[in-house]
């Protein structure tokens, strides 16, 4: 059962996968994903929630965000940079320990926690769908985490 400030956006949020994600021998983050009873669908509502386990800088996240985002189809570069900066404003920074969590909305918006505390919402047009695909679209750049998050529930 998932945590109840995302029950609330994410009705019978359940555990899909969860997974390590690494780079090199640094681990960075684990990364759990909730979906209404477990089962997730490409369609919202859900969650992914990152807890880190080394610091970062806000800024350095949506860079990095961006250049993942860049990897998928029907983005502009004038998108991108919105984008980005509506990240980089948001994007708190992050210790050892600190957990982000991002809910895909019904309305197509992404919503943003740290630590189960809400920090803000991001409405721009398309930008939760491309969020979101940096780890479970098919253009990821790390499929085997992505099969993992989704334990085999691919719909």
């Excluded at 009705?11 to 994903?33: H, K, M, N, T």
């Excluded at 860079?63 to 860049?70: A, D, F, L, P, W």
């Excluded at 570069?77 to 994007?91: D, I, R, S, T, V």
Aim: no cysteine; aromatic share 12%.
């Amino acid at each position: 059962m998932a945590e109840a400030f995302i029950q609330t956006d994410v009705p019978e949020a359940e555990l899909v996968g969860r997974e390590r994600f690494s780079v090199l021998f640094w681990d960075i983050y684990d990364a759990s994903l909730f979906a209404p009873k477990g089962q997730w669908r490409s369609e919202a509502p859900y969650a992914l929630s990152l807890t880190y386990l080394r610091d970062f800088d806000g800024k350095e996240i949506a860079i990095q965000s961006v250049k993942e985002m860049r990897r998928q189809d029907g983005i502009t570069n004038e998108q991108l940079a919105k984008w980005g900066e509506l990240m980089a404003a948001l994007f708190p920074d992050v210790t050892e320990g600190d957990t982000l969590t991002g809910v895909y909305l019904s309305n197509g918006n992404a919503r943003f926690f740290l630590n189960g505390k809400q920090i803000g919402d991001i409405t721009a047009e398309g930008f939760a769908t491309h969020f979101f695909a940096i780890w479970l679209g098919e253009k990821t750049s790390e499929p085997s985490f992505r099969d993992k998050l989704l334990a085999g529930a691919t719909k």
